[in-house]
């Protein structure tokens, strides 16, 4: 059999054109696309090959994946494709070791792989017919479905569901109804448990009414015991939080009055929830009513008072709603006895909702300590009440919730003067309100308090962080990774946009292979809807011109081989990208990679056809453009259509096959579609690049004429350079004459700037110059302010930096 190679050697060496071989060491420097789908990085030219010859390449980290999400992630495919399943042991225990782990927040769609792993251990039970969950792997999971993801959570309240009404209550497969009915009371007790945090999950994800409905049938009535009490109250407080968290004031008084009918004893709790949601709402009568209440304790029936919060709650309200008066009433039964510590936190934030200064502050926490002492020298068995971090915290947060940080600021002093150290809560605000002034450099002196912490606020505050210094682009990239480092240690979670921000850092520094392992880290742990907050801005980042395009091209890389998601806009959008920086090569490489694509949503289409054509008629890429074009005769998921043929005739006129560019012309002109406007123009085009184009310009001109065909602006112009490049000077300058009668419009900068750069010849050039001067000099005038370049080196003819591209 010939070979292919020698064919194509002869071919090239008979045509005068070089032979190139992209496997050369020592090419050039240009990326290189990989052909394994793994993760590689773009490949450049070689350098300092002795010397490095014995160093040993580093590896690029591999993806981490939570653990089990791979095994539920290929059930899910086999089912998709109709394969053969994976045995359900193999199943059960990816389902156990992904719910095993505990420092994880599980995302809708890790919820979703999970849902669908359980649905097919219950059609497949255990040799000995037993189900795969047992009760403590239905709690376990249940209790990591109490913690809320950043996606919203439908997925995780949707198997939750599926847990209660498909696993739990069916008697063949786990626990069954009359459990709760069971003589014994640890079966009871178990039951209760699981109920408490089902409804912990209804509550949390927007489905508190129906958490009420479980709440009437199985937590009311007489409570026999201590325990029993605190699972009734526990119950209705979660379903008040619950109607709160969704802002449904209708249903949360509802509920309210039900309790009330039920008997259910309204607790200390309960009284804070309604307190603090009626308050934020600036609805002072409700939060009286309910301030007002009697409480009944859960331990002790005689604490009846209302608590620390409740305090803070109605007089922030009374503050912010300017019923002084009330709280003052409400301050002064605090004073009648000795306040307890709560009680002397509300007053102190009352004051500075008030507008009393630091100083005042200051003033009254000498007021505390005096009467505290007091109470104490009179009865010795009384606590010890002092000013301590809290009550701090709590001014700090009430300044941060004014907007003023200089209060704030000064609070965290009062405290130091006091002796009061700040806590992690403290350096948490602290960081929190430097960075809403803009502060980097003071909140990151803060974060030395808060390192290590786990906490949700925490770390979303050190993630602002982050994000802020990376955006500064002023501070030493040391100084951002030993943060980073920190979270990476402590297990804590970092958000998308922290990702991207850090990934875009080591971009910008060279350092792929580093961006590449932090996103393997983090990236595969994310839902679909945050790695699309990644894809958007990397590719933000690719189409920045200010960056480099190796830079974009690696990118690029990241985008096509991390994100295989990355839909087909998107991709053009790169591939546009790379035409506009004048590498068709890497534009092919993007357009290749959608071709070859077998995912319908990726694969190259119609649109993707017309924009590479384009690109390749702006950047006269004609090998490129071969290959192209013979990947679209052997497509057939696309038919041609006049705009797709408008793309091939623009190209190949673009890249100088003028006559190739008038084959498509007559194929658009007899197909049932016929030509646009576009097409016209294009045509024109064509011509103005062959040897006598006029003789077949005029034909077309004469036919547009013939019938009636409006000839706008671009469609004149572009006959008018298929006869200045053929030498027709006179002709041009006697149809531009006649324009305005003719077509009503004027020649303007557009018609004349185009005329004098399809003119290609120094002679008639100066010609076109001093006809502009002298009829249209304002139009020279601007002409020559965007500059122009000199042809064959500087000895040939002029061009002006104007953009002449014409769309399909």
Not at 342 to 359: E, M, N, P, T, Y
Not at 539 to 559: E, M, P, V
């Given at each position: ?158 198997f939750a569901r599926y847990l209660h009404n498909d696993v739990v209550v069916q008697p063949e497969l786990g626990v069954t109804d009359d459990m709760k009915k069971s003589t014994s009371q640890e079966v009871q007790k178990q039951y209760s448990i699981y109920l408490s945090q089902y409804l912990r999950v209804l509550t949390l994800y927007g489905a508190s009414v129906e958490a009420r409905e479980i709440a009437v049938a199985n937590f009311s009535g007489p409570a026999a015991s201590i325990e029993t009490l605190k699972a009734i109250t526990s119950a209705w407080t979660q379903v008040l939080r619950g109607f709160t968290r969704e802002d449904n004031e209708e249903e949360l008084t509802l509920t309210a009055a039900m309790m009330e009918e039920l008997s259910i004893p309204f607790v200390h709790r309960m009284q804070n929830v309604l307190v603090a949601y009626f308050a934020s709402k600036n609805n002072l009568n409700q939060a009286k009513y309910w301030y007002e209440k009697p409480v009944s304790g859960v331990r002790d029936p005689n604490d009846t008072e209302p608590h620390g919060n409740a305090y803070a709650a109605i007089l922030k309200a ?491």
């Amino acid at each position: 059999m010939p070979s292919q190679l020698t064919r194509v050697v002869f071919r090239r060496m008979l045509a005068d054109k070089p032979v190139f071989y992209r496997g050369c060491v020592l090419r050039a420097v240009r990326p290189r696309v990989p052909i394994q789908p793994s993760i590689v990085t773009a490949q450049c030219s070689q350098q300092r090959t002795f010397l490095d010859m014995f160093k040993p390449q580093r590896k690029v980290r591999s993806a981490e994946l939570p653990p089990g999400i791979d095994k539920m992630g290929e059930l899910a495919e086999l089912q998709r494709v109709s394969a053969r399943l994976p045995p359900p042991d193999e199943v059960s225990r990816a389902l156990n070791n992904f719910f095993a782990r505990k420092d994880f927040t599980a995302e809708d769609h890790h919820i979703r792989l999970a849902h669908n792993a359980v649905r097919y251990l219950q059609t497949h039970l255990q040799e000995d017919q037993q189900p795969w969950l047992s009760d403590s792997t239905i709690r376990t999971i249940m209790t990591r479905l109490e913690r809320r993801p950043q996606t919203g959570g439908s997925e995780h309240l949707a198997f939750a569901r599926y847990l209660h009404n498909d696993v739990v209550v069916q008697p063949e497969l786990g626990v069954t109804d009359d459990m709760k009915k069971s003589t014994s009371q640890e079966v009871q007790k178990q039951y209760s448990i699981y109920l408490s945090q089902y409804l912990r999950v209804l509550t949390l994800y927007g489905a508190s009414v129906e958490a009420r409905e479980i709440a009437v049938a199985n937590f009311s009535g007489p409570a026999a015991s201590i325990e029993t009490l605190k699972a009734i109250t526990s119950a209705w407080t979660q379903v008040l939080r619950g109607f709160t968290r969704e802002d449904n004031e209708e249903e949360l008084t509802l509920t309210a009055a039900m309790m009330e009918e039920l008997s259910i004893p309204f607790v200390h709790r309960m009284q804070n929830v309604l307190v603090a949601y009626f308050a934020s709402k600036n609805n002072l009568n409700q939060a009286k009513y309910w301030y007002e209440k009697p409480v009944s304790g859960v331990r002790d029936p005689n604490d009846t008072e209302p608590h620390g919060n409740a305090y803070a709650a109605i007089l922030k309200a009374c503050a912010v709603t300017g019923d002084l008066e009330f709280g003052h009433q409400v301050v002064a039964s605090l004073l009648k006895s000795t306040p307890n510590k709560a009680a002397w936190d509300a007053i102190f934030v009352w004051s500075a909702a008030l507008g009393k200064g630091v100083d005042e502050a200051d003033r009254m926490m000498n007021v505390m300590v005096r009467k505290d002492e007091e109470a104490r020298q009179q009865d010795p068995s009384h606590p010890v009440v002092r000013p301590d971090i809290e009550t701090i915290n709590a001014l700090v947060e009430f300044a941060i919730s004014k907007q003023d940080s200089y209060s704030a600021e000064r609070y965290i002093s009062l405290g130091e003067k006091r002796g009061i150290l700040p806590n992690q809560k403290t350096y948490m605000m602290q960081v929190q309100y430097r960075l809403s002034v803009k502060d980097i450099d003071g909140a990151r002196t803060a974060y030395f308090g808060l390192q290590g912490a786990k906490d949700e606020k925490s770390v979303e505050v050190i993630n602002a962080l982050i994000r802020a210094m990376c955006h500064a682009k002023q501070h030493h990239f040391d100084d951002i990774m030993a943060i980073v480092d920190d979270i990476h240690e402590s297990r804590a979670r970092l958000d998308p946009e922290t990702i991207t921000a850090v990934a875009i850092l080591h971009l910008r520094r060279g350092e792929m292979r580093d961006a590449i392992d932090l996103l393997q880290v983090h990236a595969h742990q994310y839902s679909p809807s945050q790695r699309a907050v990644i894809r958007q801005q990397l590719l933000a980042f690719l189409l920045d011109r200010t960056n480099s395009t190796a830079d974009a091209w690696d990118t690029y890389q990241i985008l096509r081989q991390m994100f295989p998601e990355t839909t087909r806009e998107d991709r053009m959008q790169a591939m546009n990208e790379f035409f506009a920086r004048q590498r068709p090569d890497m534009a092919c490489h993007v357009f290749f990679h959608m071709r070859n694509s077998t995912h319908e949503t990726i694969c190259a289409d119609r649109e993707v056809y017309i924009a590479a054509f384009t690109g390749f008629a702006r950047n006269a890429d004609a090998e490129s453009l071969e290959l192209a074009h013979n990947q679209l005769k052997l497509d057939l998921n696309v038919d041609l259509d006049t705009q797709l043929r408008n793309s091939l005739m623009l190209a190949y006129a673009g890249t100088g096959n003028n006559r190739r560019a008038l084959e498509y012309w007559s194929d658009i002109v007899a197909s049932k579609e016929g030509p646009t406007y576009n097409s016209i123009a294009i045509a024109f085009r064509s011509c103005e690049g062959m040897p006598w184009g006029d003789q077949h310009a005029k034909p077309i001109w004469q036919r547009l004429k013939q019938m009636d065909i409006d000839i706008d602006k671009q469609i004149f112009t572009a006959y008018l350079g298929a006869i200045a490049r053929n030498q027709l000077h006179d002709e041009a300058v006697s149809m531009l004459e006649t324009v305005e009668e003719e077509y009503g419009f004027r020649p303007d900068f557009y018609v004349l700037s185009n005329w004098f750069n399809a003119t290609t010849n120094i002679e008639r050039q100066g010609k076109v110059e001093a006809w502009i001067k002298e009829y249209y000099p304002e139009v020279w005038t601007e002409l020559e302010k965007v500059g122009y370049t000199v042809t064959m080196d500087g000895f040939g003819y002029r061009q002006y930096n104007i953009n002449r591209d014409l769309d399909p």
